[in-house]
């Protein structure tokens, strides 16, 4: 059942609430990582930097408040990062990017979810107030595979399905199946991330 997408209860263990904090610890390190990736770009291309980034620790005190009818949510991005990129005519631009990483572990019901309130977000312009930009790029990152991947992009695409959303915000998402070594250039400029639109990867920012 959990191959074909659908949710599934575990049963009580002793450990749980171990693996859980387990679980919370290997999803920090490996955002950290990616932040860290972010943060040495520079170093292999001196058009693209990391100009600043916050941490889900400092977003955790101002969550988001999505409602909808029958449901709500407090979206809470696992980071948030600003890119300062050079472009071919010589001027500067900033990119925002909300990063979402996962680790294969939230059910489909629970990521749908998180999706809904990012349609919510972007339909009410509520980035403006949260970060003060005036648009966002959604980055989703998954360390646990392709299969895991494919997921995520279908998962999204029937919550664009069920909700009616404008197909405007698609062009807002990304996925990607981070390598096990994450280096820079390839993580964020090389076209490995794939959008809701066809199946040929690109860059994510733009090169």
Known sequence: MQRAGLDVNEAFRAAKEVDKHALFAKHTLELNDIIISAALLKRSSQNFWLESFVHERELK????????AGGSFSLIPDAFLVFRMIVPD????????????DRGSEEQY?????????????????YKELFGVGGITIAFSTSAG???????????????????????????????????????????????????????PVSLLGV
């Open 61 to 68: 005190r101002k969550p988001y408040k999505a409602s909808w």
């Open 90 to 101: 010589g001027r500067q631009r900033r990119m925002a990017v909300v990063l979402e990483h």
């Open 110 to 126: 629970y990521f749908r979810r998180r999706i809904r309130a990012y349609l919510i977000m972007l339909r009410n312009e509520g």
């Open 146 to 200: 392709l299969p895991r991947l494919a997921k995520m992009r279908e998962w999204t695409f029937k919550e664009f399905e069920a909700t009616g959303e404008s197909q405007l915000y698609k062009s807002s998402f990304y996925f990607t199946a981070l390598p096990e070594t994450l280096e820079p250039r390839q993580v964020w400029l090389h076209s490995s991330w794939y959008t809701l639109f066809d199946n040929q």
